[in-house]
């Protein structure tokens, strides 16, 4: 399997499973380029992980894991990075005989909608096929260890970052600032920071578990305080980097910068956004650009909107492939799952931000002192 490691200098490496039947049980993710001197402890980390953590509530899946963490690497006297690579630890718990067994009894038909067919496709039979490997949720809790160092670093950087839900089936929230998202974050299970709507979103997401299926929906995500300039101007502009990692979490199935798939309907004269006087320095009157021009910052909030699909098990029974013998056969799926998405993902989504944006910042901090020794050497 390739593609474990994300980021170029501000680097994450994640393995484990979901159940990991094998010998091991458990998660971890080694961060290269973490620098020396960060205060970091378990429960940094944790706070991070328990927005992302199952079986704590009525909304996700009932998988008991306390997703505890332990840093085991990377750290020195006083729980301060020594600028070595951190590494974090992460067992899973909850790997009940009695759900292996229904994993095992179901091994060979594949979930519609899940990654089993592509899966057995790729790596054949020795595919894990209990609660789908690596294809499983789960693995993004090293995601969010790893986000979680990086969260750490931005908030010294002084760029604070949330994601939250704007919309569940056809239950919209209404628009919002950052601030007015900020101050209801995370205060009801589905994290939609209107409350009436969230009400709504939480009721008809039970009633859609009720009928053993599941909800699909909306989020946003809004970063504040990344200066203009962040991003390269080709190939590796700051909205594709950020496409690469939002579209590599399982389930996130689109991707809009600011005013996003509305551009369609949109004059010239509507869609750009004007320049302004604010706070005292160069601003826009909209931000119809979501923060982002030609891929680089431009000093404005970036604003982006990610399509959550509905979890792909559910108790109604579908029409299957039978992997081995390829013919078509029923499902009806009882394993665990989340009756949504939205109520955890937001976590994963929030982890591979930062790290995104802590390595294009190190990667564009990099160039400019290499461009400066070579301007320093020129003027000498
Ligand atoms: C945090 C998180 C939790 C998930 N939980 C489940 C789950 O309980 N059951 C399920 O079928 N899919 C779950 N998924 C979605 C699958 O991992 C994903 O749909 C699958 O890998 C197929 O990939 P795709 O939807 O991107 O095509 C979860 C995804 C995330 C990010």
């Known amino acids: 399997m390739l593609g474990n490691t994300f980021g170029r200098i501000f680097r994450i490496t994640a393995v484990g499973e979901s159940y990991g039947i094998g010998k091991g049980s458990g998660l971890a993710v080694i961060i290269d380029g973490v620098p020396p001197g960060l205060a970091l402890t378990d429960a940094l980390i944790q706070e991070e992980l328990d927005k992302r953590r199952p079986g704590v509530g ?36 909850d790997t009940q005989d009695l759900h292996v067994d229904q994993y095992r009894q179901y091994k060979d038909l594949c979930r519609p ?23 499983s949720g789960r693995e993004t809790a090293a995601r969010v260890a790893g986000g979680a160092v990086a969260k750490h670093i931005l908030a010294k950087e002084g760029i604070d970052l949330i994601s939250y839900t704007i ?13 007015e998202a900020k101050k209801n974050y995370r205060k009801n299970e589905i994290n939609c920071p209107d409350l ?31 200066p203009a300039g962040l991003g390269e101007p080709v190939f590796d502009k700051l909205s594709s980097l950020l496409g690469h990692a939002l579209l590599s979490i399982g389930a996130i199935k689109g991707i809009e910068f600011g005013a996003g798939f509305n551009v369609g309907n ?16 160069i601003g826009f009157k909209t931000n119809n650009a979501g923060g982002l021009l030609g891929g680089i910052s431009n000093g404005d ?9 509905p979890t792909p098990t559910i108790s109604v029974t579908q029409d299957s492939v039978n992997m081995p013998k390829m013919q078509i056969e029923k499902l009806e799926p009882i394993t665990r799952r989340d009756p949504t998405l939205l109520g955890r993902i937001y976590s994963v989504v929030e982890a591979m931000t930062a790290i995104t944006l802590v390595d294009a910042l190190m990667m564009a901090r990099g160039y400019d002192n290499v461009c400066r ?7 000498i």
Request: one cysteine or more; charged letters at 30%.
């Open 58 to 93: 009525k909304l996700n899946s009932p998988r008991l894991e306390t997703d505890q963490c332990s840093i085991f690497a990377g750290i020195g006297q006083d729980n301060v990075t020594t600028g070595a690579p951190v590494g974090i630890i992460i067992y899973n718990v």
């Open 113 to 135: 909608g899940h990654a089993t067919y592509c899966f057995y496709k790729k790596y054949g039979r020795h595919q894990d096929w209990c609660g789908a490997g690596r294809a």
């Open 167 to 179: 919309q569940c089936m056809d239950i919209k929230a209404k628009e919002m600032t950052f601030a």
């Open 196 to 226: 009436e709507a969230a009400e709504k979103m939480e009721k008809r997401v039970l009633e859609i578990k009720d009928q053993g299926e599941t909800a699909g929906g909306v989020l946003e995500l809004r970063i504040n305080g990344v």
């Open 266 to 281: 949109m004059l010239g004269s509507e869609c750009n956004d004007e320049f302004c006087e604010k706070d005292g320095s």
């Open 301 to 309: 909030e970036i604003v982006v909107r990610l399509a959550v699909k």
């Open 373 to 379: 020794i070579e301007n320093t050497w020129r003027e």
